[in-house]
């Protein structure tokens, strides 16, 4: 799979922002550290495992958490099931279909109380193919870790955690799209069609402080492990490990307007002692033009110790940008949109090399009542390759989710992806369509 250059730790649930409305006991009345990071700067390992905000059930569409799930101890339980078809166009004209089923039963657990929050949850992905002569059952194990600890009112200490291991497949995305929110993380060209042993780690520990009424400071660092494992797993998915860190300093000009400067920097290790490490500087401007509309530019460079094999990048030099919109009408029933698009460096560790893409994404999200709420979103990229034919590909998506009571959340919905090109395994138009059902109990053994 393709390896993205960071995590931007400024960059929290589902992809993306914190999307807590309230205040924490014992938080400060500074406005937190904005989004510095243009939104594909952030670094998922791959479509299976990517550092979030609070655990949630894994694998399991975000509905959102109920309101007051701040103090306690809360029990979330859920069950996804998706059916899925797809089919690969080749350069003559045949076309090869393929079916499989997956259920994933879930559970989540969340501890709150005034200075410290903890998040833990587990989900084994059960699938099966349709088009294979014997029962096939793979399994996909994740687990999640969100542990948050307020030493004073100023600073915050958090830890994330994604753990992935099992049978692994690129046709089945990990975080599941269409769901209410803000645009889903970019997926990976289908590289393999097979099943393969896989491991995905992704840690972080993150420092979060005020200096002043002006000015934030957070500092992170951690470590990843992704790829196939054993010789079937590496053929289909090179590893690659190393660790990652990131600094960002935030100044508020004025009520409306935040400047904020980022450094970071992630090294690539492979088999053969073969390293990528990629570096960048990057400076955002956040202007809130009302209560509801604000837009963040940001803009920077990015240096690596290999050529980077894009026709945007210049030998070992690359421009890092990007671009969101955020409109979030003061009234929960209207409808939230988010915009965004950017130019950042990425790892193929199929072929070593380290290039960019141009990345795209639109979320949508509508509580038409109390009850239900409705989300659509897209998200596309683009790689502009130096040494092969550009890489093209998206995903799009829709859902909605009913409450008939607010313990217990009903959702359904349905994706496609499309790979037009820059697979390695792939000569052809890639296709796959997804429908999904999903159950969750959310608080109803809260303690």
């Known amino acids: 799979m393709i390896v993205p250059l960071f995590t931007a730790l400024l960059v929290l649930a589902s992809g993306q922002v914190d999307a807590t409305s309230e205040r924490r006991p014992g938080e400060s009345e500074e406005p937190p550290l904005e989004d510095t990071q243009p939104p594909e700067v952030a670094r998922t390992l791959t479509d299976s495992s990517e550092v979030t905000g609070p655990a949630g059930v894994p694998f399991v569409p975000t509905v959102g958490s109920p309101a007051g799930r701040t103090r306690g101890v809360f029990l979330d339980l859920a069950v996804l099931s998706e059916l899925r078809t797809r089919t690969l166009s080749d350069a003559g004209g045949s076309t090869i279909w393929g079916t499989d089923v997956e259920v994933t039963p879930g559970i989540a657990l969340d501890i709150g109380t005034t200075d410290l929050t903890l998040s833990i949850g587990y989900a084994p992905r059960l699938s099966v193919p349709f088009n294979v002569g014997s029962f096939e059952l793979a399994v996909l194990n994740r687990a999640t870790l969100n542990a948050e600890w307020r030493v004073d009112p100023l600073w915050t200490v958090t830890g994330l955690g994604i753990f992935v291991v099992g049978d692994y497949s690129q046709l089945i995305p990990a975080s599941t799209p269409g769901g209410a929110g803000p645009p ?264």
Do not use: C
């Not at 972080?204 to 790829?227: E, I, M, N, P």
């Not at 604000?294 to 990007?322: F, K, Y």
């Open 184 to 447: 889903p993380p970019i997926l990976n060209p289908v590289r393999s069609f097979q099943t393969y042993p896989y491991v995905g780690i992704d840690t972080q520990l993150r420092l979060d402080g005020v200096l002043s009424r002006r000015t934030r400071v957070r500092v992170a660092g951690g470590y990843f492990d992704v790829g196939g494992t054993g010789p079937v797993g590496e053929a289909n998915q090179p590893r690659s490990w190393g660790p990652q860190a990131e600094g960002a300093f935030a100044w508020d000009a004025s009520q409306e307007a935040t400047f904020t400067t980022t450094a970071a920097g992630q090294d690539w290790i492979m088999s053969g002692d073969y390293s990528i490490l990629i570096g960048t500087f990057t400076e955002a401007w956040r202007q809130a033009w009302s209560s509801e509309f604000d837009t963040t530019a940001s803009l920077g460079a990015g240096i690596a110790n290999r050529d980077v094999e894009s026709s945007t990048a210049a030998n070992h030099v690359m421009p890092v940008a990007g671009l969101k919109l955020d409109y979030h009408p003061q009234s929960r029933r209207e409808v939230h949109l988010t915009l965004d698009a950017a130019l950042a460096p990425y790892v193929d560790t199929y072929l070593r090399i380290p290039y960019q893409r141009l990345t795209a994404g639109i979320g949508l999200d509508w509580r038409p009542s109390d009850a239900w709420r409705v989300g659509a979103n897209l998200a596309a990229a683009l790689a502009p390759s130096s040494v092969r034919a550009p890489d093209s590909y998206g995903v799009a998506g829709a859902s909605a989710s009913y409450a008939p009571v607010p313990f217990l959340v009903f959702t359904v919905g349905g994706f496609s992806q499309v790979v037009f090109q820059g697979a390695t395994t792939v000569t052809g138009t890639f296709r796959q369509w997804s429908a999904y059902f999903s159950v969750a109990l959310r608080d109803r053994l809260s303690l």
